[in-house]
């Protein structure tokens, strides 16, 4: 079943509420004023500039979208300090490189918040997505050798894989290679 959140009260809430917070501490006051100006401001933003509803045929399975927070933050803590000693190391800087990575999923919503984590992550950065072709570019801090080149690509599917896992669709699930009714 295909929904389109962004649309009705309750899909604008929590965008209205996220921009209200950012006016809120823009002005550092937590006033009932500011509180209200920031809704006020929230709501005409999002009448100005409407978002499109996004589709989105998936569920969201709890113990999935736990393995995919903790995992990203695993990643991070441990690419940060890899970045941080290819910085102060007194070698040369490795040789990066630009991948091709081909996702399985052609879902807008699966690939953008996947390539979103694999930004995040220090030592790669996202250069193009292509959801018709379910392919995305990636800049890589090191592939000085073939098997980092592998090692970052394989990163990059495990993570899809998770994502997918965490808010994908049944049959996306299974097309990962995963069991649909496992996880709640």
């Not at 394989?154 to 097309?175: F, M, N, T």
């Amino acid at each position: 079943m295909m929904q389109a959140f962004g649309r009705g009260v309750l899909g604008r809430l929590p965008v209205v509420v996220t921009l209200t917070v950012v006016w809120v501490l823009l002005w550092g006051n937590v006033g009932p004023l500011t509180v209200l100006g920031g809704a006020l401001a929230a709501l005409l933003v999002m009448t100005v500039f409407p978002f499109p509803a996004v589709m989105w045929n998936g569920r969201f399975r709890p113990l999935p979208a736990l393995r995919l927070v903790v995992t990203f933050v695993a990643d991070l803590l441990v690419a940060s300090v890899q970045v941080a000693w290819i910085a102060i190391r007194p070698q040369a800087p490795p040789r990066s490189a630009v991948i091709r990575v081909q996702m399985a999923t052609r879902s807008e919503l699966l690939l953008t918040i996947t390539a979103e984590l694999i930004s995040l992550v220090p030592g790669s950065l996202l250069i193009e997505l292509d959801s018709r072709r379910g392919l995305i570019w990636l800049h890589l801090l090191d592939g000085s050798t073939p098997e980092k080149v592998e090692l970052a690509r394989s990163k990059a599917l495990a993570q899809e894989r998770r994502v997918i896992a965490a808010l994908g669709s049944d049959p996306e699930v299974v097309a990962c290679g995963q069991d649909a009714g496992a996880h709640p």
